[in-house]
């Protein structure tokens, strides 16, 4: 059977998935969202010329004075009035310029006699030195964020001094979440012979922790066919996740259960190492993502495709996650037809690949701070070429 490129899947992914409707929420419940529109500037920043310091408003072609003190400017108590020749406004940082002036000298440079000022030091350096000008951050009207772009902080705080409240944004995903297989029991649990702690369900929950989504837990349902087509058939969600039973056994049953509750697979096993038997359809309003057992394979089409699919139906312009290129700190082999994702660490700034690449071995995984793509047919690399990697940090 064909392998279907990773690319290709994820865009077959996005393909499945249904944008979440929009709501508007107050900025500080916005954080993590992706914009839904274009935010625009209902205002000018600064909304007037303002001092950059503590000082005194002047007139450039006044220096060197001295200066007869008129009044002060203070940020939020502006100066009523326009400065003649020869004179100043006591001045403080973020205050308006009064009329008149145009530039600030700092107190640093000037010594106060009375009401006469006169200048200690070099004084502006320009003309408008230590001002700043209306609209220097941004304009009425201007793009403050992206339709698409995450309201990261930053983003959050340019809104709020553009003049906005509440922000438009997806809504967020429901996402259940289904471990399967009969050698499964939760975490901390006696466990009689041939019994597993449950970890994927866990990990995929934890995975999600930044992202706005709303977990709906489905525990781990048994390999039994009915069992598994009854909890699927139930799913009122906008993902449903499973991990495990994805594969060719007699025992991995999440396809027909799926087919059985009425969904459709869209496609299945991808070149892909590890993950290569990770599955996608749509069951209902829902869509589907049968994500291998192995706990690696889990973690790794998590990485490639849940966290994108989210990301993608919460709006976001770019939502796979970003490569950067790194020298390799020691050689690895040629690759086959399959994408390799190898568990890896940074050091000094170059990557390593951890020795044995196991698709069920938790520990590499738990200490890899990066994932070393190798892209199919990638011929054998030595110390110091460049890789690929995926930050896992
Ligand atoms: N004949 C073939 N066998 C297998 C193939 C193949 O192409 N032909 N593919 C292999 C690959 S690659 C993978 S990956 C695995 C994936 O299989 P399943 O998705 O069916 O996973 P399971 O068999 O259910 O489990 C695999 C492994 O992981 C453990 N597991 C499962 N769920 C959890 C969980 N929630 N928490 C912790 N550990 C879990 C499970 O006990 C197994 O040890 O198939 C290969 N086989
Ligand atoms: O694709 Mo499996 O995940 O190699 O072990």
Not at 83 to 111: C, H, K, N
Not at 318 to 328: E, F, G, M, S
Not at 333 to 351: F, I, M, S
Request: contains cysteine; charged residues 20%.
């Amino acid at each position: 059977m064909t392998l279907l490129p990773v690319a290709e899947a994820q865009a077959r992914l996005f393909a499945l998935a249904r944008a979440a409707p929009t709501e508007t929420l107050p900025l500080a419940a916005a954080a993590g969202r992706w914009a839904a529109a274009d935010i625009r500037a209902r205002r000018t920043q600064p909304a007037t010329d303002l001092s950059a310091m503590d000082g005194y408003a002047i007139r450039y072609a006044d220096r060197p004075g001295p200066f007869t003190l008129i009044g002060e400017s203070a940020a939020g108590r502006p100066f009523v009035g326009t400065l003649a020749p020869g004179e100043t406004v006591r001045i403080f940082t973020g205050a308006a310029m009064p009329g008149g002036a145009d530039s600030v000298l700092v107190q640093e440079e000037a010594t106060p006699d009375g009401t006469t000022i006169r200048l200690t030091g070099e004084g502006p350096r320009r003309h408008g030195g230590n001002v700043r000008v209306r609209g220097l951050d941004f304009k009425s009207g201007d793009v403050l964020v992206a339709a698409g772009e995450r309201l990261t902080p930053a983003r959050l705080a340019v809104a709020a001094i553009g003049g906005h409240a509440a922000l438009p944004v997806a809504r967020t995903v429901r996402i259940a979440i289904a471990a399967t297989g009969d050698e499964l029991v939760p975490a901390g649990s006696a466990l009689a012979p041939g019994q597993l702690p449950e970890s994927n369900g866990l990990m995929l929950a934890a995975m999600l922790g930044a992202l706005p989504v709303e977990v709906i837990d489905l525990g781990i349902i048994p390999d039994d066919l009915a069992t598994m087509t009854t909890a699927f058939a139930q799913v009122d969600a906008d993902i449903l996740v499973t991990t495990g039973g994805a594969s060719v056994g007699d025992h991995d049953l999440v396809r027909p259960a799926l087919e059985g509750a009425g969904g459709a697979i869209d496609f299945w096993k991808i070149a892909l190492r590890p993950g290569k038997p990770m599955m996608a359809g749509r069951l209902g309003d829902a869509v589907v993502l049968g994500l291998p057992g192995n706990p690696v394979s889990a973690f790794v089409t998590a990485q490639l495709f849940l966290l994108p699919l989210i990301a993608a139906m919460s709006g976001a312009g770019d939502p796979l996650p970003p490569t950067i290129a790194v020298p390799l700190g020691e050689a690895l082999p040629a690759n086959d037809h399959r994408t390799d994702y190898l568990r890896g660490e940074l050091r000094d700034g170059k990557a390593y690949a951890s020795t044995i690449q196991d698709s069920s071995m938790l520990r590499t995984l738990a200490r890899a701070t990066c994932l070393i793509v190798r892209q199919p047919h990638a011929p054998a690399a030595q110390i110091g070429d460049s890789a690929e990697i995926l930050n896992l940090a």
